[in-house]
Each structure stands twice: as C-alpha cells, then as structure tokens.
C-alpha cells in the first residue's frame, strides 16, 4: 500500500538554527498538508499546499515557516531560527483531491530544539 | 473554525471489554476520520467516514452527520489497542481536517 514517508525520523537541532523536514507524498496525490503535535496535546494544521502554491495557512504558519515542492516528489517544511517551542512531532499529510478525500499521514519527524 | 469534541478524554479497561468513543462537532463536514496513534506517534488511519456505518474487523464506526457526532466501537478490546484515538473533521469548503483532543484507551492485560 502506497504511503507518505517522512525524513529525518528524528533531529535535535539548536536553538537558533534553521531546519529542514522532507517528505514523500503518495504518489498520485495533488493535495499536500503538515501538521504539527506538541507533546501530550492535540495534532494542529499548518499549512496546505496545492498546486504549487499555499492554499491555506493557520496562525501557528508564520514567517519562520515556509514550505516547497522542489521537484516532483519532495515536499518540504523550513523553519528558521528554530526556538524551543517549536520541539514536537511533526506530519506529512497527502490526499488524492481535497474536500472530502481520504488524508493519509506519515509517521512523523520528531524535531527536538535545545 | 469548527470544533471538535471527543470523549471521554481518558477511558481504562480490562482486555476484552467494548468500548465506544464519541466525537461531536459543530458544523457540516464532508470529511470525518478516526485515527489510532500509536506508542511510537504514528497515526493510522481507522476510517473515513462523513457519513453512514462501516466496520473494519473488531472496528466499526458510525457517523450521523444530520447529528453532527461520529462514534467508534472498539470490541473485545487487546492491549495492542491502547493509545490515542483521534477523530478529525473536514468543513464542507476545507481541504484540511482538524482534529479533536483525542481518547486516551488504556487496555489492561
């Protein structure tokens, strides 16, 4: 069965730093999402992307963040100057359409700030 | 935006029990899923399901959307089903689903 997979599985980065999450969408998806869960609480939406452009954002995706499709394939998440807060899991999320299609998510990028 | 309450927010049970768990939300949907997070944080897809009934071997689910509320019954309960059972929900004119605070199932052996 196709999935969305997710790299790295877990970074510890410093305070500071900028990073980078990446992620495989299922292949014949056009809808692409991440989301974020904070340790202990609920998974949030940040950012969706169709077509090669955001379609939406919440309040969480400010100007640290910023998202690309580079090529064909990867979809990535940035966050610069990472602060401790921004420590939690991290979901790629891909679905075939959008309103009303299945989301499929990967297994999750823990990113640690210290 | 639309909310998304499930409950009960913690449920403990012996191995082998039934349990139900409710999600209610406040407006139209034409996207609901449940999703099973696992000790290790990954979320897996149970069922998507905006409307109707469907069940999936010990798993089933039913969503009244007129309702506004979903439910998932977990029967003869293992210990493999603990973890965090989430239920999301899509708004008619959303491609993004929001998710609900989640059921923490502990299965006792």
């Known amino acids: 069965e196709p999935e969305v997979t997710q790299t790295p599985s877990h970074q510890v980065t410093q305070m500071g730093q900028e990073v980078i999450l990446r992620c495989v969408p299922i292949?014949?998806?056009?809808?692409f999402y991440w989301y974020r869960q904070i340790l202990g609480q609920k998974v949030e939406f940040l950012v969706s992307?169709?077509?090669?452009?955001?379609?939406?954002k919440s309040e969480i995706f400010d100007d640290q963040f910023s998202v690309e499709r580079p090529d064909g394939s990867n979809f990535t998440l940035k966050i610069r100057s990472t602060k401790l807060e921004d420590s939690a899991m991290y979901f790629c999320?891909?679905?075939?359409?959008?309103?009303?299609?299945?989301?499929?998510f990967g297994e999750g990028s823990w990113l640690t700030v210290v | 935006g639309i909310q998304v309450e499930q409950s009960p927010p913690d449920l403990i049970l012996q191995e082998g029990a039934n349990s139900t768990l409710r999600c209610n939300f406040s407006?139209?949907?034409?996207?609901l899923q449940w999703f099973h997070q696992n000790p290790w944080g990954q979320l897996i897809n149970l069922f998507y399901?905006?409307?109707g009934t469907k069940q999936n071997g010990r798993l089933s689910a039913t969503t009244v959307a007129t309702e506004r509320y979903s439910l998932l019954y977990i029967s003869s309960s293992q210990t493999t089903d603990s973890g965090v059972y989430f239920c999301?929900?899509?708004?008619?004119?959303?491609?993004?689903?929001?998710f609900g605070k989640g059921t923490r199932l502990h299965i006792l052996p």
């Open positions: 292949s014949n998806h056009l809808y």
């Open positions: 399901i905006p409307s």
């Open positions: 999320a891909s679905s075939r359409g959008g309103r009303g299609n299945t989301i499929y």
């Open positions: 999301a929900v899509g708004k008619r004119r959303d491609d993004k689903i929001i």
């Open positions: 407006d139209s949907v034409n996207n």
């Open positions: 992307f169709y077509n090669n452009e955001i379609s939406e």
